[in-house]
């Protein structure tokens, strides 16, 4: 029986970006066994990831220590000791190491903890040459447009697997809430999750945007129900201070007290989730929650929109360039605040000045987003990528 381990070392977005890698790779070889390196405040999620039968913990501050106190000047010694960190991680080698990040310590991982290993270079963790998959992600990111394979089944191609070809998601099991969160979707609805944060703060929505949407849903849907998430206690108190009192009975506030599987127990319990593109949004279309996404600044749709079917992204761009353009770095001026509450409480659908909306969809080269009112064709040049950069694969 062979044993690997999947190597991911970046942010919750990016593990669970790493799901249908992690699929793929299970239904190729059923009786493998797969185990997962990961972020130690990521492990929980890690842990209801199908397929993954144990979860190594990566100790990120402690390695970035390590890092600085080798300085400039890197020696025997730092290298011993970090082949030793390494090691202990894990009593046996696998079989195989699938490294999903591009880093040194990710490469150095794979490297030292299995026989072989698939991911971003061909010759090893010293290699320079990158493999296909790695550099079409590479150079994705330094043109910033024509992206049409999501870089979650770029992850399946790093691993030299095709895509599963469905939605997948996350194992998730009846959890207790604290007592206040517990009545979440339990009377009333629609319940609505709003993600008041983002990873970066070019990607966040401004608080006063935040709050009007709260107000126009609430007046437009007498019975419905909104969820604050996210980690960002500040930003939510700051939405809160000026809503109307009448309003607060109907809002619950969950922001940076809740562990990760807590909050995807929140945001299952959600009818819908709304927010930028940042790990909670990854998590709640993980969970199978519906998503709806403010894609701008940094964000592309093509890239990173919510994995799976029915999703829906409102995608900003330069208007001088057109919405087809690829535009990227856009900051919004106007925001489609109505646009989205019609979308969550009547299923219409329809854009707004500077913003285009776009429809998720899956087949068997993967996820893909087509406009919203057209008939959704899937995009000819993946697969004609996929024949290009993985011939000889299935």
Not at 28 to 41: E, G
Not at 282 to 294: C, D, S, Y
Not at 335 to 346: G, H, M, N, S
Not at 367 to 377: F, I, K, L
């Amino acid at each position: 029986m062979r044993h690997s381990l999947i190597v991911q070392l970046a942010r919750l977005g990016d593990l669970l970006q790493t799901l249908p890698a992690i699929t793929a790779i299970k239904s190729a070889d059923p009786s493998l066994t797969l185990d997962l390196l990961c972020p130690a405040p990521l492990s929980p999620i890690g842990r209801m990831l199908p397929g993954i039968t144990r979860v190594l913990e990566w100790d990120g501050l402690a390695w970035r220590q390590h890092g600085q106190e080798a300085g400039a000047g890197l020696h025997q010694e730092h290298l011993r000791d970090a082949e030793r960190r390494i090691s202990e991680l894990s009593s046996e080698r696998y079989d195989c190491a699938y490294v999903l990040n591009q880093h040194p310590r990710a490469l150095l991982a794979g490297a030292l903890l299995a026989r072989e290993m698939k991911g971003p270079r061909l010759r090893g963790p010293l290699g320079e040459q990158l493999a296909p998959w790695a550099s079409y992600v590479r150079d994705i990111a330094a043109i910033r447009r024509g992206c049409r394979v999501h870089l979650a089944d770029a992850f399946c191609g790093l691993c030299g697997v095709y895509p599963p070809g469905k939605p997948v998601t996350i194992s998730r099991s009846p959890l207790p809430l604290p007592p206040d969160l517990e009545p979440i979707a339990m009377q009333g609805g629609p319940w609505i999750g709003v993600i008041v944060g983002a990873g970066a703060d070019e990607r966040l929505v401004p608080i006063e945007v935040w709050r009007r949407w709260i107000l126009e849903f609430m007046a437009t849907a007498p019975a419905g129900r909104v969820v604050l998430v996210g980690q960002e206690r500040e930003r939510a108190r700051y939405i809160q201070d000026q809503l109307p009192s009448s309003i607060l009975g109907r809002l619950w506030d969950a922001t940076g007290r809740t562990s990760l599987p807590e909050l995807a127990e929140i945001l299952g319990r959600c009818h819908a989730v709304i927010g930028a593109d940042t790990g909670p949004l990854h998590l709640a279309a993980a969970v199978g929650t519906r998503v709806i996404g403010w894609y701008f600044a940094r964000a592309r749709v093509h890239e990173t929109g919510p994995y799976g079917t029915d999703h829906l992204v409102w995608q900003a761009y330069n208007s001088e360039e057109g919405a087809a353009s690829g535009q990227f770095g856009v900051q919004p001026t106007s925001w489609p605040v109505r646009e989205t509450i019609d979308a969550v409480l009547t299923g219409r659908m329809q854009g707004l000045e500077g913003w285009s909306v776009w429809v998720g969809q899956c087949d068997r080269w993967g996820a893909y987003y087509g406009e919203a009112g057209r008939h959704p064709a899937p995009p000819r040049e993946r697969e004609d990528l996929w024949r290009e950069l993985q011939p000889l694969q299935g």
